[in-house]
């Protein structure tokens, strides 16, 4: 099995692999290990790209629901609400975010993003008083992350839990 680091390759030859076993078995035949070997991908380049895909979805929407919005409390719930209902329009998102810690190939990737997250919440903190951005970044990051998975297992959202983050601030 063949299996490539670069990104754009990898999803064009899924991408491929999809459309063919989809046209030789019809959907119904249509699955990741199908695709996967039809791709010479591995499983861990699949969900990959699909966390990557994932990512760019939630980012667009956290990035237009934060903007034009200053640094404070409610530009971070704003960023906090776009990523609940993102992951809830996108259900795949559940497997990204367990497998994220999981799977060392996304692992790597997932880290890096959410570096990118916690360096975008930093600002919002600072302007709410916090002198240890540093730290408390990841641990709401990690509390934004759990009511996601927590509103997936119940196949719809949790004001309750929502309320409760909201109230950490």
């Known amino acids: 099995m063949t299996t490539t ?30 695709v996967i070997e039809t791709a010479g991908a591995s499983k861990g380049a699949f969900f990959l790209e699909l966390h990557r895909d994932s990512h760019d979805a939630m980012f667009a929407e956290i990035s237009s629901a934060r903007a034009g919005l200053e640094p404070g409390r409610e530009r971070l719930l704003a960023g906090a609400r776009a990523f609940w209902r993102v992951s809830l329009k996108h259900r795949e998102m559940r497997a990204c975010l367990i497998e994220a810690r999981i799977d060392p190939v996304i692992a790597a990737e997932a880290r890096a993003r959410e570096a990118e997250m916690v360096r975008a919440m930093e600002p919002d903190l600072r302007a709410m008083g916090s002198s240890n951005t540093a730290a408390l970044a990841p641990l709401l990051l990690a509390a934004i992350r759990e ?8 196949k719809s959202a949790l ?5 409760a983050f909201e109230s950490l601030l």
Do not use: F, W, Y
């Not at 990104?7 to 692999?17: C, H, K, S």
């Not at 009511?147 to 119940?154: G, M, S």
């Open 5 to 34: 680091r670069d990104g754009p390759q990898t999803r064009r030859a899924l991408l491929a692999a999809g459309a063919k076993v989809g046209s030789e078995g019809g959907i119904a035949n249509l699955t990741v290990g199908r």
């Open 147 to 154: 009511v996601a998975v927590l509103e997936h297992d119940r």
């Open 159 to 163: 004001p309750s839990a929502r309320r």
